[in-house]
């Protein structure tokens, strides 16, 4: 199974302010995702994260606002730009595909609360 | 209408119970179906994948419908540590990327 890990596990920031979140996995893989969890909600795509180009993004979610890179097969980034308390949240990086097939998986989450 | 749909839930059941679990989603293109486990607090988890001739792991048994667009798990001699919300995922095939989340259905298995 994947491994994969994310930093920070958890901030606090001030609203106004930007956070980058990263996401390591332990192989190159196909196809790396960021998600968004509400609380008491289910997850939310935010965007395919493209390895060398652009990211896609799910519908609501803009590139100004979630900023993400993907320089190489084994990590990726995702920005929360000019946060407010409604992006409180957890931020998972999910994993599919070669070579780990079709399960998904998922890193520890990174807990934010925008104050 | 949500692309998948589950058991609003919560589900609260007695140790040994048997307690099962409906999800149906919406497009008929999907290939791949699953049902995760989150924990409090931790990532989903996958807890099994659904095929077409139903697939038995111990205590847990899914089914497919393709027909009615149907999934479901049920979940046999409940134990305390079933205690989670269970997720119902849908996707449209091997390397087809993108799952789509069902709301998730929380059972809590009490002594």
């Known amino acids: 199974s994947a491994v994969i890990s994310q930093k920070p596990s958890r901030d606090i920031c001030q609203r106004g302010t930007s956070l980058t979140i990263q996401c390591q996995v332990d192989s190159q893989v196909t196809m790396m995702f960021w998600y968004r969890q509400q609380p008491g909600q289910s997850l939310t795509l935010i965007a395919t994260?493209?390895?060398?180009?652009?990211?896609?993004?799910e519908s609501g979610f803009v590139i100004d606002k979630f900023p993400i890179s993907r320089p190489n097969l084994t990590f990726s980034t995702l920005t929360v730009s000019n946060m407010s308390p409604e992006d409180s949240s957890i931020y998972l990086c999910?994993?599919?595909?070669?070579?780990?097939?079709?399960?998904?998986?998922f890193g520890p989450g990174t807990r934010l609360l925008v104050l | 209408r949500k692309e998948v749909e589950q058991d609003p839930g919560p589900f609260n059941v007695p140790e040994g119970a048997t307690v099962a679990f409906n999800c149906t989603y919406s497009?008929?293109?999907?290939?791949?179906f699953f049902w995760y486990r989150q924990d409090c607090r931790k990532e989903p988890k996958l807890l099994m994948s659904v095929y077409s001739s139903g697939n038995e792991d111990g205590r847990f048994t899914a089914q497919l419908n393709r027909a009615s667009q149907y999934i479901s798990l049920l979940i046999r001699d409940s134990k305390l540590s079933d205690s989670a919300t269970y997720l119902c995922?849908?996707?449209?095939?091997?390397?087809?990327?993108?799952?789509?989340f069902g709301d998730g259905t929380t059972l809590t298995v009490k002594p």
């Open positions: 497009n008929s293109a999907s290939q791949s």
């Open positions: 999910s994993v599919v595909g070669h070579p780990y097939g079709e399960t998904q998986y």
């Open positions: 995922v849908v996707n449209l095939g091997t390397n087809a990327g993108k799952s789509t």
């Open positions: 994260a493209n390895q060398g180009s652009e990211a896609t993004y």
